[in-house]
């Protein structure tokens, strides 16, 4: 593994927290809407989107433009016309999930203009990790680690409740309510693993980075309850051992697991998911007023490179959108890069005729198609632990 695979590509970055205040400030497009009461108008529960690529609505793009390669052309070709910040070639899960309850697209928390946060905010940054961040080497993405992006939040609930003298204690009493009635995500980990093997291949400590991993997650859960959060959906780590990107950097000799995929990376994952799922319970015992669901999405992505046809995949460990070699990634010129001449040779990425024949689209992030199946596993509940329905809880509130 030579590359981290969820990153911008330029300076090294260190995650922000550690320089204390916010760079950004709310958005006036943010303060108009607030002005106008159309944030505070509405009566179904809020959406709110913690997390890194997978989820990214644009939230990297906006802050540091023209500096990631899902900035530029074949991203968001299929639904948007053109690259919107989003590690697709169209929506994301996160995108269907909305769609699915009728709110629309979750804009990120940074896209100022032209955004309407009725139904919420999206917080989440690509390349960002659970744990409190220092970039390594030149390609450490990451703009903003999980606890910044909690304190994101925190700085946009204090817009909130204090926008405006207009707002008396009652109000301000609906307006906490409304927190804590809001549904909260979080796609969080594959990252911390990511830049974790960047450093120390397989010598990694497993359990010493999922020990560190969970505990920051731990520490983003406690904060955002103390803001008010209550309905948290966590997803657990991707099978990421069996992505085009890490099947692509595989040494013949490297160890596989039964599925042919990346046994240390299968290592890694199982040992967080499962450490994950013991965090969930110690929340529950510590936090009973909270409702602490596990959303499952290891085992959609599983089903979908063990069961491709069940998705009308054919070509699940290949990526749709690449430069070549077995699983269609190289490493020097990734989907949306600069083609370039190596060894005399112009490399180029070329995008699959039929994206819905895949299940990646880049290199580890999903085509729109199966992010399609992937939001059904919450729409549905059928991926969703213990059993909560997301629909039934909109529904009621308009009730
Ligand atoms: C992470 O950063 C926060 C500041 O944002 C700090 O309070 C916390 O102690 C740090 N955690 C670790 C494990 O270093
Ligand atoms: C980081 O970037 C600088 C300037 O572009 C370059 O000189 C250096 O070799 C790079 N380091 C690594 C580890 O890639
Ligand atoms: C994993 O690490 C934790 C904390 O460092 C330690 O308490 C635990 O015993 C370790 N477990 C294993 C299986 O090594
Ligand atoms: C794994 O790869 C080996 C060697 O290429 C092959 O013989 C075997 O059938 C593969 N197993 C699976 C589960 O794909
Ligand atoms: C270019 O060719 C040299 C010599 O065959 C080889 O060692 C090197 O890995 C090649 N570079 C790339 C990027 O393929
Ligand atoms: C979810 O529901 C849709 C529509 O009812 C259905 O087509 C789909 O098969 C379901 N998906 C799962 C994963 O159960």
Redesign the pocket.
Known sequence: MDHPALMITIHPLICLAFLGSLPFPATSSMHQLLASGAWLSTSSPSIFIFGASLVDAGENAAAMPLRSYADFDPYGSDYFGKPVGRWSNGRTFMDFITEGLGYGHIPAYLRSIGSDFTHGVNFASSGSTAANSTAVGNNSGGLFCLLVQVDQFRDFQDTVMSSGHYIGLEEKARLRQRFSDAIYFFETGNNDYMDALDQFGDSLDI??T??TTIAAMKVAFEAMYGLGARTFIILNATPTGCSPEVLSFMDDDEEVDANNCSALWTDIVQAHNKRLIELLDELRDNYPAGEWVLFDVYSIFMDGYLNPSSYGIVYPFRACCGAGGTYNVDANVKCGMDAQYINGTLVKWTKCENPKLYLIWDFIHPVESFAYYIAQGVLNGTHLFPSFSLKARVQQSLQ
């Open positions: 359990n010493a999922v020990t």
